[in-house]
């Protein structure tokens, strides 16, 4: 995927987070077979797919928190590489899996219109299965493999 086309699909996937189902037209919303959820979620389960369609448009490619979308964002976007860093070297694995699905409060940026809440995006069925706690998982091994 060229960057141009990264960045545009990760900008259209913040943009639908930020607006929620309220910004959809009438028009979708009276069809009846319409579900506006289905269109956030990729069928990867594959942690680094998931940080680069998901996470990099705010926390950047580098996870460093200087995303494209960053600049424009009233709370600082953490640098993911360095979760370990500041936690005395450990990486929280679990503390972080209930950060991204929202069982743990993170403070004013995850779960506002700043942060999409992902739990029930990656929780979406597909295939008859909830792969939800599976990309979870996967992301947050992710971030663990790319401590600093």
Excluded at 63 to 76: C, Q, S, T, W
Excluded at 109 to 127: A, C, L, N
Aim: aromatic share 8%; charged share 20%.
């Amino acid at each position: 995927m060229s960057s141009a086309s990264w960045f545009t699909a990760a900008v259209t996937v913040v943009l639908a987070g930020m607006l929620g189902t309220s910004g959809w037209s009438a028009d979708r919303a009276q069809n009846s077979s319409y579900k506006p959820e289905t269109e956030h979620l990729i069928p990867s389960l594959d942690g680094p797919t998931l940080y680069v369609t998901y996470c990099a448009v705010c926390h950047g490619k580098a996870a460093d928190g200087h995303g494209p979308m960053a600049p424009v964002l009233k709370v600082r976007v953490p640098d993911l590489a360095e979760i370990a860093k500041r936690n005395g070297g450990v990486f929280p694995f679990a503390r972080v899996q209930r950060i991204i699905d929202r069982t743990d409060s993170t403070g004013p940026g995850h779960g506002t219109r700043t942060m999409p809440i992902w739990g029930p995006i990656f929780s979406q069925v597909t295939t008859d299965r909830d792969y939800g706690k599976v990309r979870i998982y996967n992301l947050t091994k992710y971030l663990e493999s790319i401590q600093k």
